[in-house]
């Protein structure tokens, strides 16, 4: 049984640290893991490969706050941050650990629920430990991305609008 499964993780390594062919992604995002016969609940986390998403901000300026996971805010909360988003029994570690993000700035704006709000384009340039997953089948553009928030803090592209 440790040979199988020693074997399995060989093969897993092996696959995983080969280059990545997304040029039959649309867009080069990478689809949903269903969508390629991965079984639900399964993610298909790639490295960024030049991809812009857009991230939602609550103010006009971006902040090193902004680009946090909610597992990030609970370790740097400040007395007067809003506080964060408190992981729930059952939710998903991934799923805690990255921002959202999403294909188009009209998706972000769809989703957001307060207002005002400021759409930031992001550039997740190659080489940059940013990866990327296409989640929430519900939410049309949607990814979960992970990456350093400084580092996606300084590969804004323009102002926010």
């Not at 080069?28 to 991965?38: E, N, V």
Request: aromatic fraction near 10%; glycine fraction near 6%.
């Amino acid at each position: 049984m440790r040979t199988r499964l020693r074997q399995l993780w060989e093969l897993v390594v092996a696959r995983a640290t080969r280059p990545i062919d997304t040029s039959w992604w649309p867009y080069g995002f990478p689809p949903l893991a269903q969508d390629i016969g991965l079984p639900p609940g399964a993610l298909l986390i790639v490295p960024a490969c030049g991809q812009v998403l857009y991230r939602l901000l609550s103010k006009p300026e971006p902040r090193l706050r902004d680009f946090m996971s909610n597992h990030e805010r609970t370790l740097t909360t400040r007395q007067g941050d809003q506080p964060p988003v408190p992981r729930l029994q059952g939710d998903p570690f991934d799923d805690w650990c990255s921002v959202s993000m999403y294909a188009r700035p009209e998706q972000a704006v769809a989703i957001a629920q307060r207002w005002p709000t400021f759409v930031q384009a992001v550039h997740l340039a190659a080489g940059n430990g940013f990866s990327l997953a296409r989640t929430e089948a519900d939410i049309e553009g949607h990814y979960d991305v992970w990456g350093d928030p400084q580092a996606l803090l300084d590969h804004r592209r323009g102002e926010p609008r």
